[in-house]
């Protein structure tokens, strides 16, 4: 009689556990959707920066300052949201390494403020700076919250280096630009298919 009961109760089980991967398939298709569009509204913000240090490398510096603002305040909240959604780390850990992490950037950037105030640096030296700062942070916070801001990281490392050394180098970053993000949507699309079938 208990084999029967056992037997009686698997199938409902084995549907709850269908029903709970269902659930969590969904899940991760919608954070890989969020994490695309994420992914590329920051690439949009960093390509009007690669176009406002070309053309005017001397106003740069506060566009860079407003981004790694930007960037501090906005990947926390998605790794935040990325990690509950997943169940990947615990909220308070992550968030803990994010404070860290873009308190680091953010204290750097204002050693680079107090340099400029003492005319060590210049405008355009300044906004290069920070490029740097905001592009190694965000390499690193590729760690912490989506392995696509390592492609941003690179994306702002190139520019920073294509700034130093070419004249005019928008072209080319516009089209290493488009170059990564059509192949991070190919992958993302392709892993989306993968989790449908």
């Known amino acids: 009689m208990n084999t029967s009961t056992s037997m009686e109760k698997t199938p409902a089980a084995t549907s709850q556990q269908d029903l709970h991967l269902s659930d969590r398939l969904a899940m991760a298709k919608h954070v890989l959707k969020m994490d695309a ?3 590329v509204g920051i690439m949009f913000l960093a390509l ?3 176009g406002i240090t070309d053309y005017r490398g001397e106003n740069a510096h506060g566009y860079w300052r407003y981004m790694l603002i930007l960037m501090s305040v906005g990947t926390t909240l998605w790794g935040t949201w990325r990690a509950r959604r997943l169940g990947l780390a615990e909220s308070s850990k ?3 390494q994010q404070v860290i992490l873009w308190g680091t950037a953010m204290v750097a950037m204002a050693v680079i403020y107090l ?3 003492t005319g060590r640096l210049n405008y355009e030296t300044t906004g290069l700076l920070i490029l740097l700062v905001l592009a190694f942070t965000t390499f690193i916070d590729g760690m912490l919250v989506s ?3 390592y492609v941003v990281g690179l994306l702002l490392l190139l520019t920073l280096l294509l ?4 004249e005019s180098f928008l072209w080319m970053i516009v089209l290493a630009a488009v170059v990564m993000i059509a192949l991070v949507l190919v992958f993302v699309v392709w892993k989306l298919r ?3 079938g």
């Open 194 to 196: 993968s989790l449908a």
């Open 48 to 50: 009007l920066g690669v």
């Open 37 to 39: 569009m994420l992914f």
């Open 115 to 117: 340099l400029l105030g």
């Open 94 to 96: 992550l968030l803990y």
């Open 163 to 166: 700034a130093t050394y070419v």
């Open 147 to 149: 392995w696509k801001l």
